[in-house]
């Protein structure tokens, strides 16, 4: 089965795409890690920056906790998204 990642914080397992590759339409699904409704809070790139920076500013607290790997590693899981932790937290 494929998985797809979320564009906010890089969560590798999602089901289906945060955004339809053909139509560009929104799943509107919510990621189990940031809790990024998709579509609403990622609908531009300043409003994904703005959650994204929020998420991490309040704990990056997951939505689903007991999905959380028990070595979840909040920097590595950025990368993936090309995004570094550092920059987002001295913003």
Do not use: N
Not at 2 to 14: H, K
Not at 61 to 70: A, Q, S
């Amino acid at each position: 089965m494929q998985r797809y990642i979320c564009p906010v914080c890089g969560f590798s397992e999602l089901d289906q795409p945060p955004w339809d590759p053909h139509t560009g339409a929104p799943g509107f699904d919510i990621c189990p890690c940031c809790g990024c409704e998709f579509g609403y809070d990622d609908a531009t790139t300043q409003a994904k920056e703005k959650y994204r920076k929020e998420w991490i500013r309040q704990g990056a607290i997951w939505f689903e906790p007991k999905l959380k790997p028990d070595e979840w590693d909040l920097s590595e899981q950025l990368r993936r998204i090309g995004v570094d932790l550092d920059s987002v937290t001295k913003q």
